[in-house]
């Protein structure tokens, strides 16, 4: 009899613990072809995502992720080897971590612990998957954060790192795969309702290089923001950030973003946001001042390369409109101009940017989109093509 009941206890026991897991897999496939008025290439990626969530004390949860994935481009006109994402880097630990919320009274505790997302306020200076932690104190209207993130055990290809020139010589390595190993800091604070419907805040971030080989660089940014709300359809945000860096000498820099967006959910969710985005170049030539570093070097662009859409040494506007005719349908056309700004007699204005978007989602079940685009660059700053463009088609089967 004690042994059908301790095996009747034991059996609800892992019943429950089943019960409370959330598992799943997702299957993703992007195919792309794209090139310019010379060039016609073709891309393909896929990826397979499994992950596993289970609760630990009701309060927080042990989140682990991981794929495999593949990916090639293939040159059609003019004819040449394929390019295929190194083996070494076809299976990579994504999200990974133990995370969870709780409160003492008036004041909320949040933490996460792992591998994990890290990003600034802006999102161009640094964001990414990284090894690390980070908490958070909620304060009534005060927000508190602290976190500590490494670099250098992140793929080099997902970190994108371009800080110096050590890190460049890195990234077109060959034989080596991992990120450059720099360690991160990040300080958050931001108070709500000084000003009814707006939040001021200020995120001071700080890296710094452990791999010495030509020399180290490190760099520090001091991020105030402020965003709110005006009326019921108006949402508005602006940031800024000013660099110190320290190699050989002492540097500095500046950034800046601005956006504004209307929304009204009664005209089938039409979305208006305008955005403008400043990274400094270097307008003192031989002084102190330098363009803008960020830590991850993402590209800001959908159709323009990687070496245009970086942000550093530019001024974009953009324009970008929405709408949502049917549940679970988004239809979306964006417009960016890029500049250059810069004391010598070159041109300013780098091209245009037109990209459409229509993606569909069927509940959590299944997703799929088709994206296309031109960028048609100013011939007097970029010689080697009059037009790129790209279309792709994605979608992720959540099973």
């Not at 019943?15 to 090139?35: C, E, K, R």
């Not at 296309?372 to 992720?396: M, S």
């Amino acid at each position: 009899m004690k042994r059908t009941v301790l095996f009747l206890i034991i059996a609800w026991s892992i019943t429950i613990q089943v019960a409370a897991l959330d598992f799943g897999f997702n299957l993703s496939n992007a195919t792309g072809l794209n090139g310019t008025d010379k060039t016609f290439n073709i891309s393909q990626a896929n990826e397979a995502e499994a992950f596993i969530e289970f609760p630990v004390k009701g309060f927080s949860s042990i989140y682990v992720s991981g794929e495999a994935r593949f990916s090639g481009a293939f040159p059609i006109k003019p004819k040449g080897s394929a390019q295929f994402l190194p083996l070494a880097q076809s299976f990579r630990l994504k999200r990974t971590d133990w995370s969870g919320n709780t409160a003492f009274n008036t004041i909320g505790l949040q933490w996460a612990v792992g591998r994990t997302f890290f990003d600034d306020y802006s999102r161009k200076i640094l964001s990414g998957l990284f090894d690390g932690g980070k908490v958070g104190l909620t304060i009534k209207n005060t927000y508190l954060a602290f976190a500590l993130g490494y670099t250098g055990l992140t793929y080099k290809s997902d970190a994108q790192i371009r800080i110096d020139q050590d890190d460049k010589a890195q990234m077109s390595n060959k034989d080596t795969v991992l990120a450059p190993q720099r360690l991160f800091l990040l300080l958050s604070s931001s108070f709500q309702e000084l000003i009814p419907s707006h939040t001021f805040g200020v995120d001071m971030l700080a890296q710094f290089d452990l791999l010495k080989q030509t020399g180290r660089t490190h760099t520090q940014y001091v991020i105030p923001y402020v965003h709110g709300r005006i009326g019921r359809n108006v949402n508005w945000k602006y940031w800024g950030a000013v660099l110190f860096g320290e190699d050989t000498q002492f540097f500095y820099s500046v950034a800046s973003g601005l956006a504004a967006q209307y929304f009204n959910p009664d005209w089938y969710y039409f979305t208006l946001t305008g955005k403008l985005d400043w990274a400094a170049g270097d307008y003192d030539e031989t002084g102190s001042m330098r363009p803008f570093i960020p830590i991850t070097d993402i590209k800001q662009t959908v159709v323009a390369d990687a070496t245009v859409g970086q942000f550093s040494n530019t001024l974009t506007a953009g324009l970008t409109v929405s709408v949502r005719p049917i549940r679970g349908l988004l239809t979306e056309l964006s417009y960016i101009a890029l500049t250059s700004p810069n004391t010598k007699k070159n041109p300013a204005y780098v091209g245009s940017e037109l990209s459409g978007k229509i993606a569909y989602s069927f509940y959590n079940d299944f997703d799929a989109s088709f994206t296309g685009g031109v960028f048609i660059p100013n011939t007097k700053v970029i010689t080697t093509y009059n037009l790129r463009w790209l279309t792709k088609f994605a979608f992720t089967v959540y099973l």
